[in-house]
């Protein structure tokens, strides 16, 4: 299983910003020293070009977030600080997911310790997201003739509004997104399956929900590969939250997941998403069991060698 990492690409964030930065390295180097997967495993993804990002985004957007044009709204919507770093950041996140589905589609799983900008719409950022990673690796892919069906398996806290938005009248890509009824972003999109918990819900209601509607979404598509966003945000320790799930909960949730998915052979990239705990150390131990149950789920499965979604070419990266 192949693992991609971002972390060397840091953002200069002010001093007090709420966003952990910090959770990508630590959960590279807790990945290191328990030595789930081989060292040779763990790689630098290519940064995602222009062509790719045309395929989801407005080249006005790319342009202006490239060359540092934005309007201070658009910054501010974004919640990051323009730098030259966000660009390369952005550009090299997109570029891990979209090579874990390339990992997926020839080795069964894929994994990107970061990604999950799930509140990037075409022609803007919000959220902490700027460029829309599962959006333009669904499309990249698409692209090439390496899939026609694609799912998107959401379970970060927050809906993903602009995925939901980019795919609304597209058969082709089915969105699936378990979030929080009152959270951010406080008006919804319709995506093709959305289920929404309210406050306080807890292991048992949540791993049922999710149940129920992974095998809705499975019934009613048949991807060629799925995008996973975990999330560590439903844990009833995230600050940005507002749901109670255990972080016992939240591993039987990743091993429903990935198991339902693989059980079916389907090719699964996992994205780690948001996680925001007062503690940052839950976060990135919330994010370690979902790569533990990644790692432990490749070893048991394997693609079949004649697969027909074996050997896509790197078209739009590199």
């Excluded at 310790?113 to 990249?140: I, K, M, Q, S, Y």
């Excluded at 938005?165 to 995506?191: I, Q, S």
């Excluded at 049922?208 to 560590?232: F, K, T």
Aim: net charge negative.
């Amino acid at each position: 299983m192949r693992i991609y990492y971002t972390d060397q690409f840091v953002l200069p964030l002010p001093a007090g910003h709420r966003f952990p930065m910090e959770k990508y390295s630590l959960l590279r180097r807790r990945i290191i020293e328990s030595r789930i997967v081989p060292p040779t495993s763990l790689r630098v993804p290519p940064a995602v070009s222009d062509d790719a990002l045309s395929l989801v985004h407005d080249d006005a957007f790319v342009n202006r977030v490239s060359g540092g044009m934005l309007e201070q709204d658009e910054v501010r919507r974004i919640g990051f600080p323009w730098s030259r770093e966000l660009v390369e950041r952005s550009r090299r996140s997109v570029g891990a997911t979209l090579a874990a589905c390339r990992s997926a589609l020839t080795e069964g799983i894929g994994v990107n310790l970061a990604g999950g900008t799930h509140h990037a719409f075409p022609d803007h950022g919000e959220g902490f997201c700027v460029f829309n990673d599962a959006g333009v690796a669904a499309r990249v892919l698409q692209a090439e003739r390496a899939v026609d069906q694609v799912l998107v398996v959401d379970c970060d806290v927050h809906q993903g509004n602009g995925t939901a938005r980019m795919f609304a009248d597209d058969p082709t890509v089915f969105t699936f997104d378990l979030c929080a009824a009152h959270n951010f972003p406080f008006t919804k999109e319709v995506g093709d399956l959305v289920i929404s918990l309210e406050d306080g819900v807890g292991d048992a209601e949540y791993l049922g929900a999710l149940h129920a509607g992974l095998r809705e979404a499975l019934e009613r598509v048949r991807p060629d590969v799925a995008i996973y966003l975990s999330g560590a945000d439903p844990y009833e320790g995230d600050r940005l939250g507002r749901l109670a799930v255990s972080k016992q909960g939240l591993a039987e949730r990743d091993r429903i997941v990935i198991g339902m998915l693989r059980e079916r052979n389907i090719p699964v990239a996992v994205t780690m998403s948001g996680g925001y705990a007062t503690d940052i150390r839950d976060t990135v131990d919330i994010h370690f069991h979902t790569v533990c149950t990644a790692a432990a789920l490749a070893a048991g499965h394997s693609m079949a060698a004649d697969s027909p979604r074996a050997g896509a070419q790197d078209t739009f990266v590199g």
